[in-house]
């Protein structure tokens, strides 16, 4: 759903590219309709997109604060991704003054390369890249200046725009114009994208390592008790009760680490001592914890879990 135009040559690097996103929520095999019938062109606004989604039975959601362009030091980076069930297959172009390599990337293993000194270069779909190339050769002159490049992009993609809601009415335009011969840039170019790839693996590992923690997380909560004996209160002190866990109770704190085992004392408080005795059961009620005796409220600070 993007349209990334770069300009890389002696003068410098610019890129240019929409912020929209679309996402699509219904069945694969009419999500793929859908979408085939945007990049051949037969959808070309958003109100027929939006009925033909209708009519297909396709809940869309379209977004535009999507960042495509960002810069690392003095290199430009553009990107366009498509996610499938377990993988997110990424294409890249990296450029600057005299350099320019595109990589393929599936998670973060570059399973394709690219590079050269002087294009430009255009990431999209078909309907897009049509429509770009008839506008550059309308539009382009060698002379141009960075700058002017620049807004000749950015009126490229609104013209765009207003044929496909492929792209959307928001852009980004970002300009690098170090010193670099055709050498330096691609050892510039090199360092930049096996820094970027490192920075790449170690995101996917924290992104891992969350997902595993929230997985487990969702078991666990599956575990909360709302419902029955909890164990026995073994010691009063005031208003603080020391209450012995069931055998079949454990507690968590709200990071799910283990405060108590089964047999073990965990503390609970009351709002009057005299409403409570040694021996008595606390329970949830009505997922309300209290003494089964005369339904005092209990409070604790911890989550009680099934084992």
């Not at 725009?161 to 970002?174: A, E, F, H, L």
Request: aromatic content about 6%; some cysteine.
């Amino acid at each position: 759903m993007s349209l990334i135009i770069a300009y890389v040559g002696k003068k410098g690097c610019v890129m240019a590219s929409d912020k929209r996103k679309i996402a699509y929520f219904g069945d694969k095999e009419k999500r793929e309709e859908l979408e085939n019938e945007i990049y051949s062109g037969a959808i070309k606004s958003d109100d027929e997109l939006y009925n033909r989604a209708s009519e297909l039975d396709i809940v869309i959601k379209i977004s535009e604060d999507s960042n495509k362009l960002r810069n690392i030091d003095d290199v430009i980076v553009g990107e366009v991704s498509s996610k499938t069930t377990f993988k997110i297959n990424r294409r890249r172009i990296y450029g600057t003054t005299n350099g320019y390599q595109i990589i393929e990337l599936l998670g973060s293993d570059i399973t394709n390369s690219d590079k050269g000194d002087t294009a430009i270069i255009l990431f999209g779909n078909k309907i897009t890249k049509s429509l770009a190339n008839e506008l550059l050769d309308k539009m382009w002159k060698a002379k141009f200046s960075l700058k002017y490049m620049g807004e000749v992009f950015e009126n490229i993609l609104k013209e765009i725009s207003k044929q496909t809601p492929s792209i959307g009415k928001k852009y980004d335009v970002m300009i690098k114009n170090p010193t670099f011969t055709n050498n330096e840039a691609q050892n510039h170019l090199d360092e930049t994208i096996e820094r970027d790839i490192k920075l790449l693996n170690k995101f996917r590992a924290k992104l891992t390592e969350d997902l595993l923690a929230q997985s487990e997380s969702i078991q666990m909560a599956t575990k909360i008790i709302n419902k029955g004996e909890i164990g026995k209160v073994v010691k009063i002190n005031d208003k603080i009760l020391h209450v012995s866990l069931n055998s079949n109770v454990q507690a968590f704190d709200t990071n799910w680490k283990q405060l108590a085992k089964p047999g073990e004392n965990v503390i609970m408080f009351i709002e009057k001592e005299d409403n409570v005795d040694i021996g008595d059961v606390a329970v949830i009620e009505n997922e309300t914890l209290c003494i089964k005796r005369n339904k005092a409220n209990l409070q604790c600070n911890i989550i009680l879990a099934s084992v």
